[in-house]
Each structure stands twice: as C-alpha cells, then as structure tokens.
C-alpha cells in the first residue's frame, strides 16, 4: 500500500489541527493576565460583549460567542454572583433571558484594558500580519453562522 493514500490523514496536513493548537495556546497565554481579573476566558469575552452592546439575550450572545446555552448558564451565574450582570426575563417574551452589564461590570473594562497590551508579547507576528490572520479567521467563522 502506498503511503500517499494516507497523507490526507497525516497531522502535518490538518488545518484544524494548528487552528486548534494556536487557540489553545492563545488561551493559555491569557491565563495569568485574567487571574489578576479573576476571569476566565470566556468569562472575559463574553465581558468583551457586554462592554460593547451592554444589553444582549442570551441567545444573540451564544451567537456572538458560538457557545450553547448549557455553557453560558452557569457562566452568566458566575459572573452575576461577582456583580458584573444581572439576568432578567424580557417582559413581552418571558422565554427570553436578557443579560445586562451592571457598573461593576462596566468598570471592570478599565482593567481589562491592560489585557490586549500585556498578549501583544505573546505573539510575534507583525500587524499587517495579525491583521490579514483575523480576517481569514472571521472568514472561516462567517460560514459557521446561521
């Protein structure tokens, strides 16, 4: 059998293989910067959403976020018992949850302010190239939308 037939297969020629690798990295890499915030990284990103619309249901920030329901329900728990959100039924539909950012929760964006900075040193790629690897990627990520 030839191995030609196998290549393919071969991890060297996965392309989900590094993606997957360099995010985990990347997340790790955060670590030590979101403890000082006492964040988790999805804790932060999802922050990252609410900094930015302040008000969000729970359905449009899984979407932003591509994480389910069954993931974000105990995260939003977390950072409500922090002070950072509170979760409230929407009055015209009772089905829908919304989740809004509380001062505490706004305030904690000045800290998280340092965070981008301090990864800057965790990545050597030049900006024209970090910038061109982000389009790619949100590329990929259109198609995974509904």
């Known amino acids: 059998m030839s191995q030609d037939k196998y290549e393919s297969i071969r991890l060297k020629n996965q392309m989900c293989f590094p993606l997957y690798a360099c995010s985990k990295e990347i997340v790790r890499r955060h670590k030590p910067y979101l403890d000082k915030l006492e964040l988790t990284y999805t ?28 993931t974000l329900t105990p995260l939003l728990k977390k950072l409500e ?3 950072y959100v509170t979760r409230e039924r929407m009055e015209h539909d009772e089905r ?19 965070v981008p900075e301090q990864m800057k040193g965790c990545i050597s790629l030049k900006i024209e190239e970090a ?13 995974f939308q509904e």
């Open 43 to 70: 804790q932060y990103i999802t922050m990252m959403v609410l900094w930015e619309k302040k008000e969000v249901t729970v359905k449009e920030l899984g979407k932003d976020l591509f994480l389910d329901s069954g």
């Open 81 to 83: 018992s922090k002070g």
């Open 96 to 114: 829908n949850l919304c989740v809004k950012i509380t001062k505490e929760g706004d305030e904690l964006q000045e800290k998280a302010l340092q």
């Open 131 to 143: 910038e061109q690897l982000k389009n790619i990627l949100h590329k990929i990520l259109g198609e």
